[in-house]
């Protein structure tokens, strides 16, 4: 059996394949962290841009996440495709993009969401939700006529992965699982039991 060998152009088709079949948030992924006291946390977010550099996703870095994933800098990621009976797990490494990537992420955004960046204190006990509508109207007037400026601690993050694997659905439950694998070198791959 031949094996594809670069893995992120593997997941580019299947990837093409998932906004076919499924018509809403296709990028939708698995994110799991590590606090500091070793307790692990996963939620959905938005893939936003992936090449060979790593797969990129924008958050508030005051929040648990980013709190998580500054201070333990690796991640896994899950893409599950139902349709496509796909699902892809990447592990690796956390670094943050550019200033220039965040700030053009965030230009391209909704406006409410990039009030909402600034109104939210993501991740942190909410009294009431007037309050958070009180902050939203505040940020919208501040701004109001003018761009919204990118907040200091909303940027993006890019897992850098070390390992990538692509699991197929089959019969019997045979299915199919092809893992990736780098230490600073070029990625090889195994098959596993299923």
Do not use: C
């Amino acid at each position: 059996m031949e094996l594809p060998q670069d893995p992120i152009e593997r997941f580019a088709a299947l990837f093409e394949q998932a906004k076919k079949a499924i018509p809403v948030d296709p990028n939708a992924m698995i994110v799991a962290s590590v606090g500091a006291d070793g307790r692990p946390s996963a939620r959905v977010v938005l893939l936003k841009e992936f090449d060979a550099r790593g797969f990129v996703f924008f958050t508030n870095l005051t929040s648990r996440k980013g709190q998580e994933l500054l201070g333990q800098p690796f991640a896994a990621l899950v893409f599950y495709w139902a349709p496509l009976e796909r699902q892809i797990r990447i592990e690796g490494r956390v670094e943050r993009v550019s200033e220039a990537e965040s700030d053009a992420y965030f230009q391209s955004r909704a406006r409410g969401s990039q009030v909402g960046a600034w109104a939210s204190l993501q991740s942190q006990p909410l009294p009431s939700r007037e309050l958070l509508e009180e902050r939203v109207e505040t940020v919208t007037h501040q701004y109001e006529g003018g761009q919204v400026p990118r907040p200091a601690h909303w940027a993006g993050l890019r897992v850098v992965p070390d390992r990538i694997e692509f699991w197929h659905a089959r019969p019997s439950r045979l299915h199919e699982r092809l893992v990736y694998e780098r230490d600073n070198g070029p990625w090889r791959t195994t098959l596993l039991y299923p």
